[in-house]
């Protein structure tokens, strides 16, 4: 579904990404470990198609399509996700107007018929119940006002009305509590199945607690240092990411 | 008439037109007022940018047209303005066509307990003298030449008032309509609105502008609002392309009175909007909403003043501005006189500047000789968020819609503040109208 | 009768708070060679004459003179004061010396010595201030320049503007006007017609000044007006820090300060330019004091390059001044950091102007203003974009801290933005020392006085930072001493 080949990528004159290589079928949850600054919000974002990253060597597919050279509308519509590590307040854009425009975006992309308000209001209800979200938060505008768990969960909400093929999670479980936490968890749980893959890019391995990865990968200094299954975060866990690096510099 | 600068001879000429055509048996005094007004104009003559108040605004282009004065009545069909028109039911709508009451596309006399709505025309045949104190300029307003010309052309307009403790649940609307004119006319409605101690009302002034207008519309509204006073008051400015607008509105507030001001210019090629309160008593609030949508090479000027002349009075103003072409001017200035302790002033304008064939200046000010007060203003100029606009995108949605959404937002936030839900629906529906008609979204 | 006795000792401690003094205030009782007060053509000569200049310099001081007799003095700022009349002022005024111009420190009149050691800028080798390099200037002339060799080993000149049009005639016929053009407005065309010294510095390519370098302006004697000119100019990658202060003696009679700075920037090169500003603010009851009416302005020419205004403004009866950048080079960067304080009847107009040509190129302005007393505080500035201005950037923040019911504070900023690529934003908010503040720290052992002294600070904090170590310890006392007693 996604194939990464030695991606190299910069920003501001600063090289972040230095030959990443990741390979990602459907159906598989991968986990992108990895300490701070270590380049994972700068994957996320490359993949998702943000500007101001220079890409300066590798390639990236995306099913089969050239990823680096599509709009980042068209890689929504094809079936990419990003749940936001900083969701973006939206001041005067209601959230449903948002989530409704898009989902309707993707529809006829793919050539399918347009919900009418009623019948998607409807949807969009249920689904919040699955994410416990107050339905007020429908009727305000995008994320603002919104306190840290409500926007994380509004990010896992858009993500469970537009179905999408590839879900990057990046740093979905920061600034979560225990109980959001397990709500959030659920509704990626809900999501994985053999068509999709989910690539999570967090920094602790508490979220793994209630989404087992198949695979766990450690990101630094740009470059996937190490990879193993979900083992590998139970360790990273318990002895950081220091002896990781040593072992790659050896 | 020596000495008179071109530009205001055809006024001086057109007066004697004016006073001519009027019937006879005007009252002395008002013979003498606009007598001395329209020399008071000629004297003067147009401001120029060397005064600071007219820094951005050349009044070049109106100069260049010989407005006449409107001595008959015009007309306009009904099915041309009905977009202009408050659809949820109105406690009554008086429309002007160039100037002139149009009894036919207005609604039949208000019939509500407490208020009291004529024509300015009706009430200066029957009840003149009770006019008198109203007309006569207030010190200091008395400057300015655009006043002093409504006062010269003083005919027709509209008288409100809302007796004490009257409550008034259903909005006034007032439309002006223009027309198009072999030669383009000159029109000078005057708005006098008086709410009672306690008296609560919402008022509609819309200017639309009918295919083809190049008329100037230079339309003065005074307010006065008593003890515990509450006026909601829509401001909508949709003249033709071609049309130019100069609107002047004052409000003096009593004590614990509150003045909410929506204003919105929406059309116009050359506009030139002076709106200003002054809080003269402890506890009034005035709040100053504004939006312009300026395109093409159209001109748009908001000045805006707010005077705290006593202590506890309270102002907050948001003024934006979308920008696709054409030249947006704003000045706001809050001034917060001696001894005005505990005055809480804010004021904001922002402005979105879409295109390289734009101009955005702005300038708001703070005048303040109290110390215990709490002010602050804040200015930007700038473009769309590149984050939202990306965030948009990435849940797939194509730059233009992410871009119209945004726009559209941004002045959704201050027809946010309109605190009558039917207004605020009415201002979505002409703003929406105005973002649809005006390619205001340029890519760079 | 107990309370009325501690009523009145609390009052007049007050009182003697209130009346803090000018500690600049004293005369030099020096011998000097003033000519008569008015203002002609041959008295532009007479000075002209009198400084040995070459023909072009007397020619340009000629066409300034008879542009200024075509303008008017501007009525726009937010000050009040009687007529100036230009002909009751003397044009030029310097103490006699023996010889025409001290080749060393040991010719200058020892009484100039002493002066300049009473206002604690000391001029003798020993004493000198660590790593400043000085100019003294005396009412109309510089007396005394240090750390010249020095200096001179770097490839830097740091001379009087006098000695600059003797021995570097060409640098200053080349840079002369061409930021401040002498039509410029009326107080910089009248200094253009008669300045009479000032500093000048040369910081050749890719030379960073190895020391600061300051200029001391004093002004003496009576009825005079000081009128200098500084001219800095950075060439390529060149980088200078220069600082400036100025004090003068209590005098009943306004007296006319009207300067010009002009600093030319060429590629990658840096100014910084810092004022301590302590003329002569007249009484409590706004007699006397000096009027300040100096233009100032940079540019950028070059790509890359930065110019930064730093101003500590505390005296001066009327203060109106705008520092400003030109920022012409792509990239090039401007900032203006100031400090106002308008106390008893002082007048303060001042703020910047910041003109965004080139590409990239940004600004911040920060801008404190602090009304005491009956003062008088207005922020003026302007932001303007043009239409080539890619990506422009501007960031203005501006507050005023009233700290008496009859003084004001005002803000007028002017954004004139052309390129729809340009963000400017302006902030500014306007505050009192609340009595909660003043309580918590009293509460906590702190004296009014002190209490006061901490929250000024933390309000100027933003603009202190940005002036190099000595002056920000000057500037902080000299705030502490003009706002004494403001607040009982």
Not at chain 1, 225 to 247: C, M, N, P
Not at chain 2, 232 to 249: D, K, T, W, Y
Not at chain 2, 378 to 387: F, K, R, S, V
Not at chain 3, 229 to 258: F, K, W
Request: some cysteine; aromatic content about 8%.
């Amino acid at each position: 579904m996604l194939s990464i080949k030695n991606l190299h990528a910069r920003v501001a004159g600063k090289d972040i990404l230095k030959g990443l290589d990741l390979e990602v079928q459907a159906g598989e949850t991968h986990a992108i470990m990895g300490p701070n600054g270590s380049g994972k919000s700068t994957l996320a974002h490359i993949l998702a198609g943000r500007e101001g990253y220079e890409i300066t060597h590798g390639s990236v597919t995306y099913l089969g399509m050239e990823l680096l050279t599509m709009a980042p509308e068209e890689r929504a519509r094809e079936g990419m996700f990003l749940a936001f590590q900083y969701p973006v307040e939206i001041p005067g854009v209601n959230n449903v107007y948002l989530l409704k425009a898009a989902y309707n975006a993707i529809r006829k992309h793919r050539g399918e018929e347009q919900l009418d308000a009623v019948d998607f209001l409807a949807l969009v209800k249920a689904k919040m119940q699955l994410m416990e979200m107050d339905a007020s938060l429908l009727s305000r505008a995008v994320n603002e006002g919104f306190s840290g768990g409500e926007k994380k969960r509004n990010e896992i909400l858009q993500m469970l009305v537009l179905e999408p093929k590839l879900a990057l999670l990046d740093e979905t479980d920061s600034g979560l509590d225990i109980d959001a936490l397990k709500v959030v968890a659920s509704g990626i749980n809900r999501l994985r199945s053999p068509e999709r893959a989910v690539v999570m890019v967090t920094h602790y391995q508490r979220l793994l607690d209630y989404i087992e990865p198949d695979f766990v990968h450690v990101l630094a200094g740009g470059r996937i240092l190490k990879s193993g299954d979900k083992s590998l975060a139970v360790e990273l866990e318990r002895r950081g990411y220091d002896w990781v690096l040593a072992e790659a510099a050896a | 008439m020596t000495g008179m600068s071109d530009a205001v001879r055809p006024y001086a000429e057109g007066y004697k037109d004016f006073e001519s055509a009027l019937a006879c048996g005007a009252p002395p005094w008002l013979t003498a007022l606009r007598r001395e007004a329209l020399a008071r104009f000629t004297s003067g003559g147009f401001p120029g940018e060397r005064e600071e108040d007219w820094k951005y605004t050349s009044t070049r282009s109106l100069q260049q047209r010989a407005f006449i004065p409107a001595l008959a009545a015009s007309s306009a069909a009904a099915v041309a303005i009905e977009p202009a028109r408050l659809r949820e039911t109105p406690a009554c709508t008086l429309v002007f066509v160039d100037g002139r009451h149009a009894p036919a596309l207005s609604t039949a006399e208000s019939t509500i307990n407490g208020l009291h709505v004529n024509t300015l025309a009706a009430a200066l045949t029957h009840d003149a003298a009770r006019l008198e104190s109203y007309l006569v300029p207030e010190p200091g307003w008395s400057a300015d030449p655009f006043i002093a010309l409504n006062t010269a052309f003083l005919r027709d307009g509209v008288v409100i008032e809302v007796d004490a403790g009257i409550r008034l649940a259903q909005p006034l609307q007032l439309l002006f309509v223009s027309t198009r004119q072999a030669h383009p006319l000159a029109c000078h409605p005057r708005i006098l609105v008086r709410l009672g101690a306690g008296a609560h009302g919402v008022l509609v002034e819309t200017y639309l502008g009918l295919e083809g207008a190049a008329n100037l519309t230079n339309s003065h509204t005074q307010i006065a609002l008593e003890d515990g006073a509450c006026l909601e008051h829509l401001r909508l400015q949709r003249e033709s392309p071609e049309g130019f607008h100069v609107g002047r509105v004052h409000v003096t507030q009593q004590h614990a009175s509150r003045y909410l001001s929506n204003n919105l210019d929406l059309g116009g090629l050359w506009v030139r909007n002076d709106l200003h309160a002054r809080l003269q008593a402890a506890e009034a609030t005035a709040v100053f909403n504004g939006l312009y949508v300026v395109n093409a090479h159209r001109h748009v000027d908001n000045h805006t003043r707010i005077d705290h002349l006593a202590p506890h009075t309270r102002s907050d103003e948001l003024y934006r501005g979308i920008v696709g072409g054409g030249r947006a001017v704003f000045n706001g200035k809050v001034v917060v006189a001696k001894h005005a302790i505990k005055t809480d002033a804010s004021q904001s304008n922002d402005n979105l500047l879409l295109s390289r064939q734009a101009e955005i200046d702005t300038k708001p000010e703070l005048e303040i000789y109290a110390d215990d007060v709490k002010c602050s203003h804040g200015a930007t100029i700038g473009q769309l968020d590149e984050q939202a606009l990306f965030y948009l995108r990435s849940r797939g949605l194509d730059p233009e819609t992410a871009r119209g959404l945004l726009i559209g937002a941004f002045a959704v936030t201050v027809l946010d503040r309109i605190s009558v839900p039917e207004l605020r629906v009415f201002a979505r529906r002409q703003l929406s109208h105005a973002l649809a008609s005006q390619v205001v979204i340029e890519l760079s | 009768m107990n309370e009325t006795a501690s009523m009145s000792t609390q009052t007049s401690d007050v009182e003697k708070l209130v009346r803090s003094e000018y500690r600049h205030g004293f005369v030099t009782d020096i011998e000097a060679d003033t000519v008569a007060p008015g203002l002609n053509e041959d008295v532009i000569r007479l000075i002209s004459g009198k400084k040995h200049e070459p023909q072009f310099m007397l020619d340009w001081r000629l066409r300034a003179y008879r542009h200024w007799l075509t303008m008017r003095e501007p009525q726009w700022a937010h000050v009040r004061h009687a007529p100036i009349d230009y002909q009751a002022i003397s044009y030029y005024s310097a103490p006699k010396s023996k010889r025409n111009a001290p080749k060393s420190l040991d010719e200058v009149d020892p009484k100039l010595l002493e002066t300049y050691e009473k206002l604690g800028v000391p001029l003798h080798e020993r004493a000198r201030l660590a790593g400043v390099a000085v100019d003294a200037v005396f009412d109309s002339v510089s007396v005394a320049t240090t750390f010249r060799e020095k200096l001179a080993k770097a490839g830097v000149i740091f001379c009087s503007f006098s000695e600059a049009v003797k021995s570097h005639a060409q640098l200053v016929e080349q840079y002369l006007g061409s930021v401040v053009p002498y039509s410029d407005n009326f107080f910089a065309t009248l200094n253009s017609a008669v300045f009479t010294d000032g500093s000048f510095v040369f910081v050749p390519k890719g030379v960073r000044c190895p020391m600061e370098l300051s200029t001391y302006f004093r002004i003496n004697a009576a009825n005079t007006g000081q009128f200098e000119r500084t001219l800095i100019i950075a060439e390529e990658g060149a980088h200078v820090s220069y600082l400036e202060g100025c004090t003068a003696p209590m005098r009943d009679e306004n007296q006319l300060h009207a300067a010009v700075v002009e600093l030319v920037a060429l590629e990658g090169a840096q100014i910084k330019y810092s004022t301590v500003q302590n003329w002569y603010p007249g009484d409590e009851n706004g007699v006397g004091g000096i009027y300040n009416f100096v233009t100032k302005r940079g540019d950028c020419r070059g790509n890359d390059s930065k110019i930064s205004w730093t101003q500590v403004e505390t005296g001066s009866a009327i203060t109106w001044k705008y520092p400003s950048v030109l920022l012409r080079g792509d990239n090039s960067i401007g900032e203006f950091y100031s400090v106002a304080v308008a106390n008893h009847h002082q007048q303060a107009d001042t703020g910047t102007k910041m003109v965004h040509i080139g590409r990239n190129t940004r600004s911040t302005i920060v801008s404190k203003g602090i009304s005491a007393g009956h003062g008088q505080n207005s922020y003026r500035g302007l932001v303007k974009v043009l239409a080539g201005a890619e990506h422009a950037r501007n960031y203005t923040q501006c507050d005023s801290l009233l700290m008496s019911d009859r003084c004001g504070a005002h803000t007028f900023p002017y954004m004139e933005v052309k390129n729809p690529t340009a963000k400017v934003e302006h902030e500014a908010t306007t505050s009192k020392i609340s009595e909660d503040q003043l309580f918590y720290c009293r509460s906590r052992g702190i004296s009014t006085e002190d209490a006061v002294n901490m929250i000024v600070s933390g309000f100027c904090k933003d603009v202190f930072k940005e002036l190099p170590m000595e002056f920000a310890v000057e500037a902080q006392r000299l705030l502490a001493v003009t706002l004494e007693g403001t607040v009982g």
